[in-house]
């Protein structure tokens, strides 16, 4: 069973611009959920989504924002972005409101901003 | 709101020995309690998980943790390290319902030595 996968691996961009990350989750899992771990930060919850509605949302600013399609994958997009956006950006996702408690990890998406 | 503090962010020991790493969660309702690692430039692998039930609960790799309710703890254990489990490990506690992110600890480096 393929896991949870995300792309790109690495994303180099320039402050100002816009970055936008995807992920895929394991195949039967309707939630994705999106964190940042930033060096000095540690792990921090960005977003979560389920059936395609936004379900909790993380203490970031509004220029982080995302969608989820009908297939259950997830697109991340990062407006205007500054210096300190320079992350890992990791995707998990889990089979949902009923019972899906355990959260399954992509590998990640390198982010740096320039 | 939830909280875990990870009391070690360096734990060095010798190869064969034991270890236990340290994890303790503040939170006003019942949670789920999760240990991920990560090994360097990879995302989270998880290793063992507490929903409910029996309070020791084993994970892959040989690793085992004990929850204790009263003492809001959530150690991992091994009897004995290999130089392959050098890698950072991070202790996670999550909520129902709409609080069903992961707020993680800060993380403990193990690290094996020969």
């Known amino acids: 069973e393929a896991g949870v996968t995300q792309s790109p691996t690495h994303l180099i961009k320039t402050r100002g611009q816009q970055a936008t990350l995807r992920c895929s989750p394991i195949?039967?899992?309707?939630?994705v959920y999106w964190y940042q771990q930033a060096l000095g930060l540690g792990l921090q919850f960005l977003l979560w989504?389920?059936?395609?509605?936004?379900?909790n949302r993380g203490n970031f600013p509004p220029r982080f924002s995302g969608r989820q399609f009908p297939n259950y994958s997830s697109e991340l997009n990062v407006n205007a972005l500054e210096l300190e956006d320079s992350a890992l950006y990791l995707c998990?996702?889990?089979?949902?409101?009923?019972?899906?408690?355990?959260?399954?990890f992509g590998p990640g998406t390198r982010l740096l901003v320039l | 709101a939830q909280s875990v503090t990870q009391l070690d962010s360096q734990v060095p020991v010798f190869e064969e020995a034991p270890v236990e790493l340290r994890c303790n969660y503040s939170?006003?309702?019942?949670?789920?309690l999760f240990w991920y690692v990560q090994y360097p430039n990879q995302g989270l692998q998880l290793l063992l998980k507490?929903?409910?039930?029996?309070?020791l609960v084993k994970g892959i790799n040989g690793f085992e943790a004990e929850f204790n309710k009263s003492q809001t703890s959530f150690h991992l254990r091994k009897p004995s390290v290999h130089i392959s489990d050098t890698a950072e490990y991070f202790c996670?506690?999550?909520?129902?319902?709409?609080?069903?992110?992961?707020?993680f600890g800060s993380g403990t480096q193990l690290t094996v030595l020969p």
């Open positions: 989504y389920d059936e395609g509605e936004e379900r």
């Open positions: 939170s006003s309702v019942s949670v789920y």
């Open positions: 507490y929903l409910s039930g029996s309070t």
């Open positions: 996670a506690v999550s909520g129902s319902g709409s609080a069903r992110q992961l707020t």
């Open positions: 998990a996702s889990s089979g949902g409101l009923a019972g899906g408690e355990t959260q399954y």
């Open positions: 195949s039967g899992h309707t939630s």
